[in-house]
């Protein structure tokens, strides 16, 4: 009981069968089909602030319709097919119910389904009930490449995809993410070929290259080819655009990774004697990891050199100079050695004298 692009019934007689009433013997009675008329305008037009509503795939219906469909015996969620019989080429897509507040005889659509069904506000457009089957697969292709910024594509389409109860091949839908529309066309659908039920299944998603996106050349690893390949984009496998979304991911991962401080990563020096000899001929190194090479200080102990180091230091350290060490033979080392010596040389002084016995 599935209404197809053919035309065929949406009840039919027989042996077996899915839905509808059976009769002794195995006959199933023939269900009557909702088949309405409606003026269509879009959700811009509704009384209400229903603005979120062009972003899905579910319209506005009078009331009733709904008093019509539970008279009838109707397959749960309510799915419906719209048909405009006056253009010029037969025009059609499923959606579902959000609302049964219109005006008698109106029907509110998003703006992206007015656009597919080549409608103007106003024109007449026809409404069926349908049955369709629960969906496996969706291929979808972004109209543009702003598609690929998006970070994370699984949530942004997990949060999209919840406002929509069908899906058709051919259709072109409007999603909505951080204040920007990004146009998106349905261009397979399984186990139907043509439209599917999304509601409550699990739908796996996949991606043909957004249009306008070029291949960038593929060079071939060092060593097994000396020719490089260019990949055509109509070539390009669905499941590449993943892959260059986890290459973005993991550069800037590379990126972060790279800017951080890490500790530990300068040379060590020996406080031995034979050290000593080479320490002075070498200016003195700091031990953090990234240079600041924007504050160059002279901090060379040797005097010949004329270029200023840089002193690099680790975030939050303060620099107040190093201990001054004069060389051995100097004067300020012979001044150090005799106020060394003359330290505690005088003599003592007793206020009170012992008395002799």
């Not at 811009?44 to 579910?58: Q, R, S, T, V």
């Amino acid at each position: 009981m599935y209404a197809d692009d053919d035309g065929d019934n949406f009840g039919f007689g027989g042996f077996g069968g899915t839905f509808g009433h059976q009769r002794p013997g195995g006959l199933r009675m023939r269900q009557r089909q909702f088949s309405r008329y409606y003026s269509a305008y879009p959700v811009a037009a509704y009384p209400g602030n229903k603005a979120d509503a062009n972003y899905g795939g579910k319209i506005f219906m009078p009331a009733s319709a709904l008093e019509e469909l539970s008279r009838l015996e109707i397959v749960y969620p309510m799915l419906f097919k719209l048909e405009n019989d006056e253009a010029a080429t037969s025009r059609r897509t499923h959606c579902g119910v959000l609302e049964f507040t219109a005006e008698e005889g109106r029907v509110y659509l998003p703006q992206w389904m007015m656009e597919t069904l080549d409608l103007s506000p106003g024109s007449p457009v026809k409404v069926l009930n349908v049955a369709l089957l629960h969906g496996s697969l969706v291929k979808l292709q972004p109209q543009s490449t702003d598609f690929l910024d998006i970070s994370d594509h699984r949530a942004v389409l997990e949060n999209a995809l919840r406002k929509f109860s069908a899906m058709t091949v051919g259709d072109i839908v409007t999603i909505e993410y951080n204040n920007r529309e990004y146009r998106i066309a349905v261009l397979e659908t399984k186990p139907s070929p043509s439209a599917i039920n999304i509601v409550e299944t699990d739908l796996s998603v996949d991606f043909a290259a957004p249009v306008g996106y070029v291949e960038p050349n593929v060079r071939a690893p060092s060593g097994s080819s000396n020719h490089s390949m260019a990949v055509d984009g109509n070539s390009r496998p669905s499941s590449s655009i993943a892959k260059d979304i986890r290459q973005k991911e993991e550069a800037a991962k590379s990126e972060l990774s790279s800017s951080r401080f890490a500790a530990f990563r300068g040379s060590g020096f020996r406080l031995s004697k034979d050290s000593k000899a080479n320490a002075s001929a070498t200016s003195l190194r700091s031990y953090a990891s990234t240079p600041d090479n924007n504050n160059p200080q002279v901090v060379a102990t040797d005097s010949s050199q004329e270029q200023p180091v840089a002193l690099d230091l680790p975030i939050g350290t303060l620099f107040f100079g190093y201990d001054l060490v004069p060389p051995p033979g100097s004067e300020l080392d012979d001044n150090t050695d005799k106020s060394e010596a003359d330290k505690f040389q005088g003599k003592g002084q007793v206020l009170r004298q012992r008395r002799k016995r």
